[in-house]
């Protein structure tokens, strides 16, 4: 079930209703439980094993590395914890990937020893979350969950089960221990993030999919440099608000059921350096990156160089995580090294908010780094990605061959100046409660702009469920 599809509002209703209907305790976990494996049963039911022994494994781990006291033998616990998870993840998403290039290194041809594998929905995801539990219990600072139920549904909570944001244990158990139901406020909250969600998505979103899809997909067909740049600006809306939507969504329901999700995106294409770029894109796998990659790695200890390095490594392996490609390997690097290079002039520099003259060049220019990065993430193959880069620097301009119609730039203009308003006056999380009038009319406003643009031919899959 796709969250911008009428059955699953009609799924989440539902499960919503009856979850207020139910008595306080276990009869509600246990509903939301199973609703999560429904939801997920509903992609591909013969995965549901997997999800459930990945669940049982960490559960055991964790309960194994808080009981020992001997050293070893908690990391023991930890390393089967963790190499499990990855070695399901590797399975499953690089397999075929490192098959493929070892068959090419050895002169034979690249599906020698490739399997059809279909990859589980999410696991990227929820392989994360498993290992930052057991990581965190390992370190002290997460107690060990003893209700295997309780746990199971820290894994399977289905508003953010198949794309994040990555929660933290003691975020989601903070909630679930000490649960409350949302007062107004927060449910006229959970339903504006739903609403933007839903407009993001299916108004701007799927709008600008299909013309980063025509150009990407007939390279040969828009050639030039107005094309070309039209077609990344295409992929660059789609992404955000692709990803951005579905956390809002994400946010929006696990409110609605009385859960606080972290923000996971603080409006990423206003952002003055790469390095401030990775403080708001996508925040829940920075700082899982940050807390449990860069620091272990040795973070910005042990002198400059080896803090570039750091950097370095947990870029290539945060594109890695991205997908089985030498693409997304690259687009990682090329972060990697921005953001060294960046820490290299200074790191205050470009962490410290510039002046009202200055900010705009700062900020166009780094939406400009981060389009050209974006070539790679998007393109099928390195070949393409050069191809793009070329035309993008060297092609002629031609107006005509401008992909992305005068209206659509309209509406991200009205979003840029929505976004720049709350990067001012942070108005979106107060606006319940202010003026009951203004409320409605936000709301009216982002239901006419689906009626109006939303893409309805065919629920368009959200980009980072293929992670």
């Not at 139920?149 to 198949?162: E, M, S, T």
């Not at 609403?195 to 299909?210: I, R």
């Not at 900020?363 to 790679?376: E, K, R």
Request: proline content about 4%; some cysteine.
């Amino acid at each position: 079930m796709l969250f911008n599809t009428i059955q699953f509002f009609a799924f989440f209703v539902a499960v919503t209703a009856l979850f207020y209907q139910l008595p306080r305790g276990a009869a509600r976990k246990y509903l939301l439980l199973i609703a999560s494996y429904v939801f997920y049963g509903t992609w591909n039911w013969k995965f549901l094993p997997l999800l459930g022994i990945i669940t049982l494994l960490d559960y055991f781990c964790a309960l194994g590395v808080e009981r020992l006291t001997e050293p070893r033998k908690r990391k023991a616990f930890l390393i089967l914890s963790v190499g499990a998870n990855l070695g399901f993840l590797g399975i499953f998403k690089y397999y075929n990937f490192a098959a493929s290039n070892l068959a090419h290194g050895l002169g034979l041809p690249d599906d020698s020893w490739t399997a059809a594998i279909v990859l589980p929905i999410g696991i990227s995801f929820h392989t994360f979350q498993s290992i930052s539990y057991v990581v965190d219990v390992y370190r002290g600072e997460q107690k060990a969950v003893r209700n295997l139920g309780d746990y199971a549904l820290f894994i399977a909570f289905f508003p953010q089960l198949v794309a994040g944001p990555i929660v933290r244990a003691a975020e989601f158990f903070e909630d679930y221990y000490t649960w409350r139901k949302p007062d107004v406020d927060e449910v006229l909250r959970g339903v504006l993030w739903m609403l933007m969600g839903l407009t993001k998505k299916m108004a701007l979103a799927d709008q600008f999919s299909q013309i980063a899809d025509e150009y990407f997909g007939h390279l040969s067909a828009h050639p030039g440099a107005a094309a070309a740049w039209s077609g990344i600006f295409s992929f660059a809306m789609q992404i955000f608000f692709d990803f951005s939507g579905y956390t809002d969504m994400a946010i929006g329901m696990a409110l609605l059921l009385g859960f606080h999700f972290p923000v996971n995106f603080l409006r990423p294409y206003l952002a003055f350096s790469i390095t401030d770029f990775w403080h708001r894109w996508h925040v829940s796998l920075s700082r899982w990156l940050r807390d449990y990659l860069y620091i272990p790695l040795g973070g910005n200890r042990g002198g400059s160089w080896k803090t570039y390095r750091n950097l370095m490594l947990t870029m290539l392996l945060g594109g890695l995580w991205h997908g089985a490609s030498w693409n997304f390997i690259i687009w990682g690097g090329y972060h990697g090294a921005w953001l060294s290079v960046e820490r290299m002039l200074g790191r205050k520099k470009f962490m410290q908010t510039p002046g009202a003259l200055l900010y705009p060049f700062r900020a166009l220019l780094t939406f400009v780094l981060v389009c050209i990065g974006w070539v790679f993430f998007r393109a099928a193959t390195f070949t393409d990605s050069i191809y793009v880069l070329r035309n993008m620097f060297t092609g002629s301009w031609d107006s005509a061959s401008i992909l992305v119609p005068v209206w659509l730039f309209c509406f991200v203009a009205i979003a840029f100046g929505i976004a720049l308003a709350e990067e001012k006056w942070e108005w979106i999380e107060r606006l319940p409660r202010g003026p009951a009038w203004a409320y409605a009319i936000l709301l009216v406003a982002l239901l006419f702009s689906v009626e109006l643009l939303g893409v309805t031919e065919k629920a368009v899959p959200f980009v980072y469920f293929q992670f």
